[in-house]
């Protein structure tokens, strides 16, 4: 459908039309050029604590209705990292494009592990959008994994084994560390919904505090590999034109890399605390 299309006056009903997979959502119906209603934002919230991710193809928005549209779910904000030469400086270049021998976003092409955003820091990012502008035609899918499922799917003696436990959060570039480690339960309790989900990734978490290196680090890679099973993931194949909303309190994405002659070029932005009340 072509968002577009939509005749002047009339609304087309929301549809939610869930992934199959282990969380996800697609919503039809919107032109997020225009503002929502409040019954509107109502659903896409609810929605979204349900699914974790959601997704609106075949839009064409601007840089300044993408920041419009992120306010309905808290407040955005410049990205921790610098980007110099932004218009509007809630917007980040996600993109592998460089112009006149520089890089016009971050992340370039490589494969990006699963991780949850920011979880370096002592309050990491809690929902992150992205807007697809131009995409390689192999490779550079984003794909997400529920902690929740993952969670839920743990057997008691696992459950009660890693309950209170704390793990340490650290990104591969030390520059974008804090001096003091930041740490986080490795068992997390989503602050809106109440349910608890595994907060560990591959990409940014460290070491599990208070135990021997190596018993931690088994316990570790037995927790990532679990709760990266294919049984908790769902893969995003990008066309121009989504937009994909993802809550990082309750899932981990990763993307795979693709060919760095091939352009990909998104806008992102990001949104601290709890904006889905
Ligand atoms: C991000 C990220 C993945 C992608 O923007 O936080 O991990 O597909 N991006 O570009
Ligand atoms: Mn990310």
């Known amino acids: 459908m072509n968002a577009s299309s939509t005749i002047a006056g009339t609304m087309n009903p929301l549809q939610i039309i869930t992934t199959g997979g282990a969380l996800g959502a697609e919503i039809r119906g919107l032109d997020l050029r225009r503002g929502l209603d409040a019954d509107t934002v109502r659903t896409l919230r609810a929605a979204f604590l349900e699914h974790c991710v959601l997704y ?5 928005i601007s840089q300044q209705d993408l920041v419009r549209f992120t306010r309905h779910f808290g407040k955005p904000v410049a990205h921790v990292r610098p ?21 016009i976003g971050a992340l370039g092409s490589e494969e990006i592990p699963f991780h949850s955003d920011l979880s370096y820091l002592p309050e990491p990012g809690t929902i992150s959008l992205l807007y697809a502008l131009e995409i390689p035609e192999v490779g550079g899918e984003t794909m997400w994994a529920s902690g929740y499922a993952a969670y839920e ?23 974008l560390n804090t001096p003091e480690p930041t740490m986080h ?28 290196r190596e018993d931690g680090r088994a316990l570790l890679d037995e927790l990532i590999a679990h709760a990266t099973a294919e049984r908790f993931v769902w893969k995003h194949r990008w066309q121009v034109g989504d937009l994909v909303m993802w809550d990082n309190r309750c899932t981990m994405h990763r993307r795979t890399p693709f060919d760095d002659r091939q352009r990909r070029v998104m806008w992102r932005t990001q949104v601290f605390g709890a904006g889905t009340r």
């Open 56 to 60: 609106y193809r075949d839009q064409q």
């Open 83 to 103: 980007q110099p030469d932004r218009p509007i400086e809630e917007i980040f270049v996600i993109s592998n494009v460089t112009e006149d021998g520089k890089p």
């Open 153 to 175: 799917a743990l057997d008691p003696t696992m459950k009660d084994r890693i309950d209170g436990l704390n793990a340490v959060h650290r990104h591969p570039i030390d520059a």
């Open 185 to 212: 339960p490795v068992v997390r309790t989503h602050p809106e919904t109440g349910r608890k989900v595994i907060y560990v990734s591959p990409h940014l978490t460290h070491h599990i505090t208070d135990m021997e």
